[in-house]
């Protein structure tokens, strides 16, 4: 009879089996995992935006809060996390004070007659206070320092619109944010909304786009905290003024799953109790809406583990054995290697001498990611192609299968699986995959 070998993933079992190798991988995304929350923040070697502006597009790497919401101690984080903001579609780019050098009136880093910090602690405009801002796996008001978190230095300016009414709302651009790797549920920070030009009132108002977001679900906006004159009223956030000062400030939740992209079209936005309507956006050069954008982000990085058996009767079935199958020999050397949706490695483990395999929590394995694991002699290498699955000499695939069934019928040695799905807020998740393997010597 022909030796065979079916593998099936299980968490804590041994290499043992004389006539059937199983293997069940259990995934859980609970409260024992820990939640990294991510924000804009700076420390040394960052790569985080630096100098002045003006500029109109720029990446800021996420930083891990490593106690947050009690402390704000900042390190770098692995896999990098990353958001491009850029200011798009602009309508008035040749209006007086628009920044000629790019055709744009919405800019980062400038002050309208002078270049200025592109990338700021959070108070740098509207003098907000701690309490107004949520971070992610925070309670209301907590988590975000306006100290030591920072954000992006934007300016909508009012005199390069021209001639408007001084009530009318009108559309000046985009923001695109783009993050390098989707993400879940992120939280967008704004500071300091809301302007004055003599004695006349108009806030920046972003409204979320979602016909140019890309997510796997709906997308939707949620308060979270703010001034009082901070007002989210649908999927528009501005200043209400009703107090009239130039702080909306606060938190909203970005709900959606699996966000590659979330944009905003942006407007500057006349106060309704303004009385003069003729030309008041070119009262003053240098006028314009200053204000703060920032996110934070929750990830979670849970393990994964199995073990590998042998079935010595080549059935490709679950018919009995033992509870192992003897030690590995080191020739024979076998690798997990954990691929993504762009066909490059993610993260690799070893299958052990008693047939176990680890990818260990808090590596580069991420909820919400879509993964193909396969078995292979050859080990990938992270963040390049996967290598060309092979066995050991005379080993042969049987079949696969990422249900409780013993065969799938087509015996490429993989499977693909979902690593769990994105908390929602205050919920828990478990979710446990039973997959098998058959390999045939």
Not at 67 to 77: D, E, K, L, R, V
Not at 375 to 399: E, F, I, M, T
Not at 418 to 423: L, V
């Amino acid at each position: 009879m022909m030796n065979s070998l079916f593998q099936k993933i299980k968490v804590n079992c041994l290499l043992g089996c004389s006539s059937i190798l199983m293997m069940v991988m259990l995934f859980s995304a609970t409260e024992s995992l820990a939640q990294n929350t991510l924000e804009f923040a700076k420390i040394t070697g960052d790569g985080n935006p630096t100098g002045n502006g003006p500029v109109i597009s720029t990446t800021v790497n996420f930083l891990q809060n490593t106690n947050n919401p009690s402390g704000n101690t900042f390190a770098s984080y692995s896999p990098a996390l990353s958001a491009t903001i850029t200011f798009t579609n602009q309508q008035y780019v040749s209006n007086a004070n628009a920044v000629a050098s790019l055709a744009a009136s919405v800019v980062m880093g400038h002050t309208g007659t002078a270049a200025d910090a592109i990338y700021t602690p959070n108070a740098w405009n509207g003098s907000p206070t701690n309490n107004v801002f949520t971070s992610v796996n925070s309670t209301a008001g907590t988590g975000i320092s306006t100290t030591d978190n920072y954000a992006l230095g934007v300016r909508n300016f009012t005199r390069a619109i021209g001639v408007q009414n001084t009530t009318a709302k009108v559309y000046v651009g985009r923001m695109e944010v783009t993050f390098n790797r989707p993400v879940t549920n992120p939280i967008i920070h704004v500071s300091g909304l809301g302007g004055r030009v003599l004695a006349l009132y108009y806030s920046t108002t972003l409204d979320l786009n979602v016909s140019q977001s890309i997510a796997t679900s709906a997308i939707s906006l949620i308060m979270e905290s703010g001034t009082s004159n901070f007002s989210l009223a649908g999927n528009s956030m501005s200043n209400n003024f009703s107090v009239m000062d130039f702080n909306g400030s606060g938190s909203v939740r970005i709900v959606g799953t699996n966000i590659s992209k979330v944009s905003f079209d942006v407007f500057l936005d006349g106060w309704d109790g303004n009385t003069n309507t003729t030309n008041y956006w070119s009262e003053e050069d240098a006028s314009g809406d200053a204000f703060g954008v920032s996110f934070s982000v929750s990830e979670t990085k849970p393990s994964v583990t199995g073990t590998v058996y042998r079935d010595n009767n080549g059935n490709a079935t679950i018919d009995g054995g033992g509870t192992g199958g003897g030690v590995w020999n080191t020739a024979n050397t076998l690798y997990v290697n954990a691929v993504g949706t762009n066909g490059n490695v993610v993260a690799t483990a070893l299958v052990s001498n008693f047939g176990v395999f680890t990818f260990p929590a808090e590596g580069n394995l991420i909820e919400g990611q879509t993964i193909t694991f396969q078995l292979n002699q050859n080990q990938g290498v992270v963040g390049q192609p996967a290598p060309p699955k092979q066995l050991p000499s005379g080993w042969l695939r049987v079949g696969e299968s990422t249900t409780s069934g013993p065969n799938d019928g087509t015996p490429n040695g993989e499977f693909t699986l979902i690593i769990g799905t994105a908390n929602s807020p205050n919920t828990k998740h478990r979710y446990l995959i039973k997959t098998f393997i058959f390999i045939k010597r």
